[in-house]
């Protein structure tokens, strides 16, 4: 999953990126609206956190053009206020959720991954696909009854693939939803890791290289 964490306190954007990077979710970070707007852009999110009271572009306004845009972005939108007059205008903006701070890291946690189900067509929240079991929020893989223990990225790639239901994903879109921008376009880390999970995942092998394509599950 692809997130983009918009919030001006950089002590706080910073500590919401790393604890939801450990959720094995690819996570981007702008400090202001403007950077918002601009990763925007050029990079489609599955969610994205949002601070209402924002310099160079208010919270608000990169919400509304958001929309306007008929970006398919889920925004979970934070304020310093919980008042139910916020919550209402927040929420007509276009805003799909609401949080106040201070908040509890789970709360956040679970309702981004809420929100990323919804920008895809429904799925379970546990996907099972070819004996292999994935729940996202415990984070737990099972194949035929064993635990598999994996990586963050390898969790976030495994993922993917199972969200795809036997559709092909290229390297590429595997590197926008699994790794951040600063990630090396060139790199060889998609190539490395699957290595990696195919040997966790055991035999029979169950991911298939389609050549000059991507991958399938």
Known sequence: MRVLVVEDERVLADAIATGLRREAMAVDVAYDGGGALERTSYIDYDVIVLDRDLPVVHGDEVCRRLVEQRSASRILMLTASGDVDDKVEGLGLGADDYLAKPFVFIELVARVRALGRRSAPALPPVLERSGIRLDP????????????????????????????EGAVVSQEDLLDKAWDENIDPFTNVVRVTMMTLRKKLGEPQVIETVPGVGYKL
Not at 138 to 148: H, I, M
């Open 137 to 164: 929020g415990k984070r737990l893989v099972e194949r035929e009854g064993r635990e598999v223990v994996l990586t963050k990225k390898e969790f976030a790639v495994l993922e993917e693939l199972m969200r795809a």
